[in-house]
Structure formats: structure tokens, C-alpha cells
């Protein structure tokens, strides 16, 4: 098990520079600190993992004027996808963009496909 730490301006300053070192199901990944501005790149997981904001990083409700959580808000694109289990904890997750394959999250099931929710 290893346990990343997602900052601004740290050693993983995005949520996928975290996923893309995530190797096993046990790996944790941490997002911690205050943050100025949205995470804006899109992820995909090559494994099993927890997600967690924790501290100043947590969604306590968003305020437009100070928006000091971590936001993870694509303008395209898919913001999440995975054929793995993922749990996510505390997390602020949009997407700006009307379009027909822009979504939140998009999980790949083998034989079923994909689906996509949000």
C-alpha cells in the first residue's frame, strides 16, 4: 500500500499525476491544503483506489468568492474514468461542458460496457 499526497504546487499538484503512480487497490491518495484554483485535467485510474480531501481541502459548500477546497472542473472531456473500484471522499467533481460525452465519472464494466454517470 502507498499513500500519495495531492497540493498545489506539490510533488503531485493534479489529481491524475497521483493516479497515474497508483499501482495497487490499497493506495491511498490524499488532496490536502487550500486551494486557489480548480484542478482542471482529466483523469484516468490504473488501479484501485481511495480518494480523500482531507482538512482545508474538504467541500464544505461551495462559495463562488473563496473557493479554497479542492475542485476538480473539466470544460471537456470525461473527469473521472475507471475499470477499477474507486472511492472517493469529500470531493468537489464538475464538468463545464454540454456535451454528449463530457461526464463526471465514466466506469468501464467488461461485457456491459461503459457507463457513465453525471
Do not use: F
Amino acid at each position: 500500500m502507498a499513500t500519495y499526497t495531492v497540493e498545489e504546487g506539490g510533488a503531485y499538484s493534479t489529481l491524475n499525476a497521483a493516479l497515474s503512480a497508483a499501482t495497487s487497490g490499497t493506495d491511498i491518495i490524499n488532496i490536502t491544503g487550500t486551494w486557489t484554483s480548480a484542478d482542471t485535467t482529466v483523469c484516468t485510474t490504473g488501479a484501485a483506489v481511495t480518494i480523500n480531501c482531507v482538512g482545508g481541502s474538504e467541500n464544505p459548500g461551495y462559495t463562488p468568492a473563496s473557493p479554497t477546497h479542492y475542485r476538480l472542473q473539466n470544460t471537456s472531456g470525461i473527469s473521472i474514468t475507471t475499470s477499477y473500484d474507486l472511492t472517493i471522499n469529500n470531493i468537489d467533481i464538475g464538468n463545464q461542458s454540454t456535451g454528449d460525452s463530457d461526464e463526471c465519472i465514466r466506469i468501464r464494466t467488461g461485457e456491459e460496457g461503459n457507463k457513465a454517470i453525471g
